[in-house]
């Protein structure tokens, strides 16, 4: 059997198993998408804020461009002559409003999370991460020369008897996790991991915040706002591709880690930086962050509403965010929940192995603050 075979037979075996993706075709009409001849709501958008589908808001922004500042290309890495203005005022207000010594900025998550562990760790290093860090995490980690101990979901009690046992044969200890997880839709206790991280000289965190920056907090800067304890982590990473509706990636950190990071950081150092107006549009969001407080407050209402009637109709919900799942089973299972939401008007997509475990496939509902308490109502009543 040659590579070809090899491949058609492994998509066939996808294909039996429920579980063969394909890339869908679909329209964009604000907060609604087209597919097969429907009109639905979308509820598998990470535009948590509703800014992506905001046309005030991008009126605004274009108003202030002119043909000298809309740049659509660095053309370089930052590193050689792609490091705009634009990049260093959108640093020096992240590590403003976060209250640390310094911020940089990265083409993605994905970027950032495959290139900040394998830059700060090496053979003396133990990573102890959570067994649902993103697949981002998990490959930042495979790319590293460190040694790696996945603990359990939220196991703190395992984690603690994992830093005790191994903190002493190791130059340093990075903990990893996310602060809400992107399946699960639950929440990391960040105050007690920063509690076990202080407990020995030589441990770090690393937390990535994708799926609560912007939505999160007072000001929306993520969940360790809202736990109070952004100073106390070592490495503190979010997206700008979701709940900020535009592109790339930040971490806060002390001055000494940035300045590692450009030095040492081969996803940042050997790519072309993003487009200076992609910067300047993510830079507009930022500064407004402040003021969306009344869309996290509608976004968690709706949240809740939708959490709390899954529950009720017998579904396990560790969700704690806007980040619902209802879980069905076998992948078949989701899928034909899936199709039959869809027939009903709601864009809600399965979620399949390998992306969860086996027998864990599930619809993930991804509230948005553009969705009415109307609309969670009506997607309740077709929920089986």
Known sequence: MNAIEQMQQELQILEEHSNLR??????????????HGRRML???????????????????????????????????????????????????????????????????GYHANTGILPAVSDAHTLILADKLVHASLIDGIRLSAARCIRYRHNDLKQLERLLTENHSAYRQVIIVTESLFSMDGDAADLKELVRLKQ???????????????????????????????????DFLVGTFGKAAASAGAYIVCRRAIREYLVNRMRTFIFTTALPPVNIAWTLFIVRKLTGFQARRMHLERISSMLRNALT?????????????????GASADAILKAEALQRHGFYALPVRPPTVPEGTSRIRFSLTADITEEEVEELIKHIG
């Open 22 to 35: 394909s890339l869908p075709a679909l329209t964009h009409e604000g907060r609604y998408v087209e597919a």
């Open 199 to 233: 407990a020995y000289d030589n441990v770090l965190l690393y937390v990535d915040e994708a799926h609560a920056f912007g939505v999160r907090g007072e000001r929306g800067l993520g969940y360790a706002e809202e736990c109070g304890c952004i100073g106390e982590i």
């Open 42 to 108: 979308n509820l598998s958008s990470n535009d948590y804020l509703g800014l992506a589908a905001d046309r005030q808001l991008r009126e605004e922004f274009l108003q202030g461009l002119t043909a000298d500042s809309f740049l659509p290309t660095s053309s370089s890495s930052r590193l050689l002559t792609g490091n705009f203005s634009i990049y260093d005022e959108l640093e020096q207000t992240l590590a403003g409003l976060f209250g640390t010594e310094a911020a940089l900025v990265f083409n993605s």
């Open 312 to 328: 009720e109709k017998g579904y396990a919900c560790p969700s704690t965010s806007h980040i619902v799942p209802m879980i069905a």
